[in-house]
């Protein structure tokens, strides 16, 4: 039986998995990781708890990536919505990491 933790980490591992495959990119270079919220309140940009940000290089750190798995849950209604939702943020995520733009098919 699988934790919520771990069910949420692999729909993460998944969703990384899809945009790879899509995209004929990889983001081996790309730390990704998973914290229970935010470290702090949204910032000046950003309307609401945000349920991931993204970190770019910057010559000591590697791009790195991070979903918050609380705010994501309560934003969704059930595992369905909840795997949808994580895939529209890692999506939206890498995009912005990797400098591409978001097409119709990835809005999806």
């Given at each position: 039986?699988?934790?919520r933790?771990?069910?949420?980490?692999?729909?993460v591992l998944r969703a990384v998995e899809v945009c790879e495959s899509r995209w004929s990119v990889s983001v081996a270079d790309i730390?990704?990781?998973v914290e229970e919220v935010p470290p702090s309140d949204p910032s000046s940009?950003?309307?609401s708890v945000p349920l991931g940000r993204a970190?770019?290089?910057d010559g000591r750190h590697r791009a790195r990536m991070v979903l918050y798995r609380l705010p994501?849950?309560?934003r969704a209604h059930d595992?369905?919505?909840?795997?949808?939702l994580i895939e529209h943020v890692v999506r939206t995520q890498l995009a912005g990491l990797l400098g591409r733009p978001?097409?119709?098919e990835d809005d999806l």
């Open positions: 039986m699988r934790s933790s771990a069910a949420f980490d692999d729909a730390e990704i990781g940009w950003e309307d970190f770019p290089a994501i849950q309560t595992r369905v919505e909840r795997e949808a978001l097409d119709d």
